[in-house]
């Protein structure tokens, strides 16, 4: 396993502070590639919506650093995609070589597919270069691109589709410290993207507020309840709260979940969030 050193630990702590630090899921995409192109660099790096319709997979957005050529030559090809044909047999054609997919990819990563836990790969993980190179897909989009060589990471599995990151290059392949460093931000990228639909979820419920010309009591909220939510929103713990309060830390929890239950929010940010767009500052 690669040893990181002390600089690129602080790249990757500053990495994923830079990808937590956006809320907002329209720019969710373009924030996370920027900043982890930060710490591995590439040509190219892109963010990729895939779905499932009909028994096929569809290619259906994207953001990337840099504007792909010809990328309708990559939809045309999705099925000669090494990596992405392992991991969704039976939604894209079989692939010319599935045998030499299969048996390298089940050799490295023998639980990838069947847990749906995906792990950074590589397209060379799957496929050796020269192989790789007689496809249509390097032919007519990865070569017109100056991209041979990808490291990708598939993640936020849904029965709809999931989303892929991808970064690509032409001069070398990536290292396994920059595996280990996608692998080690992946779980981070999925905990962004949720805390981005909280948010919008969220600020959803604010404009109805607003519309309606409603406060936080139209969502039932007791006066304990607003208590509650009023200093959390204002930064303490479950512990000065209780403190401030005069109640059990327990109490506290309780409250806060009946708290997120009525205003449709999954968590403690998002509840102050609303919180103080209501005007609920005193």
């Not at 990808?19 to 907002?24: D, F, Q």
């Not at 303490?236 to 309780?254: D, S």
Request: positive net charge.
């Amino acid at each position: 396993m690669a040893c990181l050193t002390h600089d690129t630990l602080q790249k990757l702590q500053d990495c994923i502070r830079e990808i937590y630090s956006n809320l907002e899921i329209g720019s969710f995409p373009e924030h996370t590639i920027t900043a982890i192109a930060k710490v591995i660099p590439s040509s190219v790096a892109s963010y990729a919506q895939i779905s499932r319709q009909k028994s096929r997979m569809h290619y259906v957005g994207k953001a990337s650093c840099r504007t792909w050529e010809g990328l309708d030559a990559f939809v045309r090809h999705m099925d000669e995609h090494p990596v992405l044909n392992f991991l969704h047999t039976g939604l894209l054609k079989p692939h010319p070589f599935r045998d030499d997919i299969e048996k390298s990819m089940l050799k490295r990563f023998p639980s990838l597919r069947q847990d749906q836990h995906y792990s950074a790969a590589k397209i060379s993980d799957a496929l050796a270069d020269r192989r790789f190179q007689r496809l249509g897909i390097f032919n007519e989009f990865f070569r017109r691109n100056e991209v041979a060589y990808q490291l990708l990471l598939s993640f936020l599995p849904r029965g709809s589709g999931y989303s892929m990151i991808s970064f690509n290059r032409d001069k070398l392949d990536f290292s396994e410290e920059e595996r280990l460093l996608l692998n080690l931000i992946g779980p981070h990228i999925v905990q962004a993207y949720k805390n981005a639909e909280s948010f919008a979820k969220a600020r959803r419920a604010f404009t109805g507020l607003e519309q309606g010309k409603r406060s936080l009591k139209d969502y039932g909220l007791t006066a304990r309840e607003e208590d509650v939510l009023h200093w959390v929103a204002r930064g303490k713990t479950n512990a000065e709260v209780a403190k401030i309060l005069r109640i059990a830390p327990g109490t506290v929890k309780i409250h806060l979940e009946r708290t997120y239950h009525k205003l449709g929010v999954e968590n403690r940010t998002t509840a102050a969030l609303l919180m103080l767009e209501n005007n609920g500052k005193r």
